[in-house]
């Protein structure tokens, strides 16, 4: 199967990780097992289909408010203009990423040795 992202919205659909010169039976039981062995990675769908992500640059200042106050419990001025606003949270998304992937790379690290 191609890796292209309508097939990641499968409920089962795993990355097979194993050795590609093993025979078709290894394979498969591979595969019945969802990859669950050392090594092997499983790809999960935590976005649901019925749920757009959300969009800044078409969020009314309404929306941007509750979408601040629920992802980063920070409450925005209304009084700004709608583009600052966006700015705003923008900077709370990469603000939030940023400390996402800090606390995943000290996790990497700590898993090494």
Do not use: C
Not at 95 to 104: G, I, K, L, P
């Amino acid at each position: 199967m191609p890796n292209v992202p309508r097939i990641r919205n499968k409920p089962n659909y795993v990355i097979y990780s194993g050795d590609p010169r093993d025979n078709l039976e290894t394979r498969m039981l591979w595969l019945q097992s969802m990859g669950r062995r050392p090594g092997a990675r499983r790809v999960v769908n935590t976005v649901l289909d019925s749920e757009d992500p959300f969009d800044i640059g078409r969020a009314t200042k309404e929306q941007l408010r509750d979408f601040a106050m629920q992802e980063y419990v920070v409450e925005l001025n209304m009084a700004k203009d709608i583009k600052e606003l966006r700015r705003e949270v923008s900077a709370l998304a990469k603000q939030h990423q940023a400390m996402v992937d800090n606390s995943a790379a000290k996790v990497a690290t700590t898993n090494l040795g």
